[in-house]
């Protein structure tokens, strides 16, 4: 098979594990998915070299996944589900619509700290930037990330206010991840300040729901 990265035909494409042993496999396969990524970039990940480093054999790597940017994708996946726990957590228990701001205030802050310690998650989005299915599927993304943010803020806001409330949290999970590679792309000092602003932009945007 080619070591070139096809195009994605389908998510749906790609086997779920239903047993134990195949799980850890599909585990060890996207570690070190994310070694090699994090050392060469999507470019630089080559089925062989996989298959050694995740103690597998090439055709074990095939009966779960078509092509390398399958492997890319579920563990873009992976990060996706770790990015919507880290909402889940960090709003649960909110007692008021101000919490509910600070809390997104401070999950952004870890937000931006865990993309610079995991680089990989950049070099991840580039490599599927260019996939006309995985661009078309990072609004659904989005939403499912902003209905986390629209369940636990909606019981404080008005229902006058809920569509406003939906805009807010679909941009928010939209434009954060952006948000957050810029300022990487800036370096230490300029990105902090970028964020630092972004945070306030995203803060002026909630007041508006407290506006009768």
């Known amino acids: 098979m080619s070591e070139t990265i096809a195009p994605a035909k389908s998510r749906q494409k790609r086997r779920n594990p239903s047993q134990e042993r195949s799980r850890s496999r599909v585990d060890a396969i996207l570690n070190a998915t ?3 990524v994090s050392e060469k970039g999507t470019s630089g990940l080559k089925i062989h070299e996989l298959a050694e480093r995740a103690g597998v054999t090439p055709s074990s790597i095939y009966q779960y996944f078509p092509n390398k940017r399958a492997i890319i ?7 996706i589900s770790t990015t919507n726990d880290l909402i889940i957590q960090r709003l ?5 619509l101000e919490e509910g701001f600070q809390a997104l205030q401070d999950m952004l802050d870890e937000y931006y700290e865990w993309y610079k310690s995991e680089p990989v998650i950049t070099d991840i989005w580039y490599g599927l930037a260019s996939d006309k299915i995985v661009e078309n599927s990072e609004l659904q993304v989005s939403r499912e990330s902003a209905k986390i943010i629209m369940d636990a803020l909606s019981p404080f806001v008005h229902k006058d206010k809920l569509p406003e409330l939906e805009s807010y949290a679909l941009l928010m999970t939209h434009l954060a991840g952006n948000a957050v590679r810029l300022c990487i792309m800036a370096g230490d000092e300029e990105g902090k300040k970028l964020h630092e602003s972004f945070k306030h932009l995203l803060r002026s945007m909630g007041l508006l729901l407290t506006w009768k």
Not at 73 to 79: F, I, K, S, T, V
């Open 34 to 36: 994310r070694d090699i």
């Open 73 to 79: 994708q579920a563990l873009d996946e992976r990060y």
């Open 92 to 96: 649960e228990g909110i007692q008021s």
